[in-house]
């Protein structure tokens, strides 16, 4: 339980009653059903009034509407509503009629005290309910909203364990391709992708400083560069301004192993081309990745698991921050991606 919003809504609504009664019975000059101000009955009259609305207000809030309404025992709510509406006009009114006599109060005006008395309560007692359903609904949505960052917490733990092995099987691939052509490379380039699993099984976290996230996809591309060589033509450019900014880790490597895993294989290097640039300004990153592509492979599938375990993620991570467009043609992959880091 929150102490202090709970101490900030007793407070609230102590404030209510005494603002009521303080504008009504204390500043003006009011005739209520035959009490005023000036005889000096209104002061008495507005103050068990008050007692008595507040009676049926509460009676909704802590009895009727939780243990009748909540449990749908709707027949006994109203039953019960209209029960406590009726004793509490019943027993005011004869209060009334005894202050009446008390001041003397004229016959005509004592009338409409019955009237006045139930038109209020029934307002009292509808208020009351609405702030229920008012309530009930924040509490519902609260929990929902709880339930739902919960899950997607489990979600996001499962997409980047995902991650591992998705990312495992490339590297492990990327090397196998190595091993026969040139060991000492290999062997550099088994250290260098160990350095990139610890990063993603141990430095990781939630949110993770730009700059290493940038350093990581850097590294990455730089491996890929020594093991491609001149099959493709890469171009990449890698800058920020932001030294504080945070993103969540692991977002970008997905589009840059994809545009190498499905790059063009022409026997002309000049016609594998991949170009990658990433740059951040104003805590707002742009990624732009292209690729060539072989026609004949158009009707395959292209991204796979790592794709669309990415695009998940961002949609947990960075919602209505974030605009990703994918354009997959015959001959070429592009992938643009904006994402706002601003907290």
Same mark, same amino acid.
């Given at each position: ?9 007793? !407070? ?89 006599? $008390?001041?003397?109060?004229?016959? *005509? ?23 229920? !359903? ?73 949110? !993770? ?34 030294? $504080? ?12 192993? *994809?545009?190498?895993? /499905?790059?063009?294989? /022409?026997?002309?290097?000049?016609? *594998? ?53 994918? !354009? *997959? ?15």
């Amino acid at each position: 339980m929150n102490t202090a919003k709970t101490f900030s809504t007793v !407070i609230g609504h102590i404030s209510f009653w005494v603002f009521n009664y303080w504008i009504v019975a204390l500043t003006n000059d009011f005739n209520w059903a035959g009490f005023t101000s000036k005889s000096g009955s209104l002061f008495y009259a507005y103050a068990y009034g008050l007692f008595f609305n507040a009676t049926i207000f509460y009676s909704q809030v802590f009895l009727l509407f939780p243990i009748f309404y909540l449990k749908k025992k709707k027949t006994q709510f109203y039953g019960y509503s209209v029960l406590v509406l009726f004793i509490c006009t019943f027993i005011e009114t004869h209060i009334d009629s005894m202050l009446y006599d $008390t001041y003397e109060v004229a016959i *005509n005006e004592r009338e409409n005290s019955s009237l006045f008395n139930l038109l209020f309560h029934i307002i009292y007692a509808i208020s009351g309910f609405f702030y229920m !359903i008012r309530y009930d609904y924040k509490k519902k949505e609260k929990i929902r909203q709880q339930l739902l960052q919960e899950n997607n917490k489990v979600e996001l733990k499962y997409l980047k364990t995902q991650l591992n092995p998705h990312f495992l099987f490339n590297g492990i691939n990327s090397i196998y391709h190595l091993i026969g052509k040139n060991d000492d490379l290999a062997k550099d380039t088994l250290l260098q992708f160990s350095q990139l699993l610890r990063y993603q099984l141990y430095e990781s976290t939630n949110g !993770i400083v730009l700059e290493k996230e940038l350093a990581h996809t850097l590294h990455y591309i730089k491996i890929e560069e020594t093991r491609k060589g001149s099959d493709i033509q890469l171009k990449y450019d890698v800058q920020f301004d932001s030294l $504080t900014a945070k993103i969540a880790p692991l977002l970008l490597i997905p589009f840059v192993e *994809n545009a190498f895993k /499905h790059c063009s294989n /022409h026997d002309d290097s000049n016609k *594998n081309i991949i170009d990658i640039k990433i740059e951040e300004m104003d805590s707002v990153l742009v990624l732009h990745v292209y690729n060539s592509f072989d026609n004949e492979l158009y009707d395959k599938k292209v991204g796979g698991i790592g794709l669309q375990n990415v695009k998940r993620r961002l949609s947990l991570l960075y919602p209505n921050k974030h605009r990703l467009e994918i !354009i *997959n043609k015959k001959s070429s992959f592009t992938i643009n991606l904006l994402i706002d880091l601003k907290d």
